[in-house]
Nanobody
Framework: QVQLVESGGGLVQPGRSLRLSCAASGSTLSINTMGWYRQAPGKQRESVACIGSTGATFYADSVKGRFTISRDAAKTTVSLQMNSLTPEDTAVYYC??????????WGQGTQVTVSS
């Protein structure tokens, strides 16, 4: 079993930045991919970014050039640096671990609201 605890969400003005973090605990030796999905009101959950055990990364087209995903050396904490935020980035952001886009465990979700 793995537990995921997210932090860093909140309310931010358009154009500003926010950093999300997610710490894994429990059976962390088997962790491969860590990443983030998000779900906006009335929309399906979508993949935002992920990072594999080799450091390979994926970004959704909508966040490329604005978001950066990183992972600590122990590979148990993943962060998402979000720059140049727009109202379209408003969503609940969910941390996950798994194998690329296949999710084994979800975090509880953290709200990100971009509004003036």
């Amino acid at each position: 079993q793995v537990q995921l605890v997210e932090s860093g969400g909140g309310l931010v003005q358009p154009g500003r930045s926010l950093r999300l973090s997610c710490a894994a605990s429990g059976s962390t030796l088997s962790i491969n991919t860590m990443g983030w999905y998000r779900q906006a009101p009335g929309k399906q959950r979508e993949s935002v970014a992920c990072i594999g055990s080799t450091g390979a990364t994926f970004y959704a087209d909508s966040v490329k050039g604005r978001f950066t995903i990183s992972r600590d050396a122990a590979k148990t904490t993943v962060s998402l640096q979000m720059n140049s935020l727009t109202p379209e980035d408003t969503a609940v952001y969910y941390c996950y671990i798994g194998r690329w886009f296949a999710v084994d465990y979800w975090g509880q979700g953290t709200q990100v609201t971009v509004s003036s």
